[in-house]
């Protein structure tokens, strides 16, 4: 198997302008996850879905922020307009969930991450 | 004060010696991950526990419910497990319905 895959693995852009981070999950995973990096916060989840149904969303920064699973092979996350304080490593991981669609409690694989930089 | 705690923060040992890293933890939980980030930055999950001890080479972890407490142990530490150590919890029943991180311990071991 691949492992998750996140694209690109580094992303320059200047403020205002919009990033785009993909995401492919594990095939058969039905959870998938996007969490941010910063030596600040360290990690923290963004965003929740199960069987490409948004669950938790409550860790998304603000409305700049916006994440779609339009199937189980993929997501992405937009930010629009970026800031500088959105600099950080974007991971996203993706696990099998057995209870229901409730809570995860199995593990979850990383993928890469996404390094953004705005300028 | 942090629902998920981890100490040290950084940790330095020589090569060979028996590593201990601390995780506590204040809310309810359905189970404890030990991740392990490299120091190009990819994160690899070495345990995910409920109960008792799992052992993985010479990676160990242990886990306490009552005292909300987990225990990582490296046993014959080698420099190739330099990295940053984090654990994570499942809430089980909060609002966020999955992981929440400790800060992470840095580990360095030296030749």
């Known amino acids: 198997d691949a492992g998750v895959i996140q694209s690109p693995r580094h992303e320059v852009t200047e403020m205002g302008q919009e990033v785009t981070l993909r995401c492919k999950p594990i095939?058969?995973?039905?959870?998938l996850f996007w969490y941010r990096q910063t030596m600040m916060r360290g990690l923290e989840l963004l965003i929740y879905?199960?069987?490409?149904?948004?669950?938790?969303d409550s860790g998304m920064p603000e409305d700049r922020f916006s994440a779609k699973m339009p199937n189980a092979s993929f997501s992405t996350l937009k930010i629009q307009p970026s800031e500088p304080r959105d600099s950080a490593v974007y991971f996203c991981?993706?696990?099998?969930?057995?209870?229901?669609?409730?809570?995860?409690?199995?593990?979850?694989?990383f993928g890469p991450g996404t390094r953004l930089t705005v300028l | 004060k942090n629902e998920v705690e981890q100490s040290p923060q950084n940790l330095t040992a020589q090569e060979g010696e028996f590593i201990t890293i601390n995780c506590s933890y204040s809310?309810?939980?359905?189970?404890l991950h030990w991740l392990q980030q490299h120091p190009g930055g990819g994160i690899v999950s070495l345990f995910m526990?409920?109960?008792g001890k799992k052992k993985h080479g010479r990676l160990i972890a242990t886990i306490n419910i009552q005292e909300k407490h987990s225990s990582l142990h490296i046993t014959a530490s080698h420099p190739r497990d330099s990295a940053v150590y984090i654990c994570?919890?499942?809430?089980?029943?909060?609002?966020?319905?999955?992981?929440?991180f400790g800060k992470g311990t840095k580990l360095s071991v030296k030749p």
């Open positions: 879905f199960n069987n490409n149904v948004p669950i938790d």
């Open positions: 095939s058969g995973h039905n959870s």
């Open positions: 994570a919890v499942t809430n089980y029943g909060g609002s966020q319905g999955n992981l929440i």
């Open positions: 809310v309810g939980i359905s189970a």
């Open positions: 526990l409920s109960s």
């Open positions: 991981a993706s696990s099998l969930e057995f209870s229901g669609g409730r809570i995860s409690t199995d593990t979850q694989y």
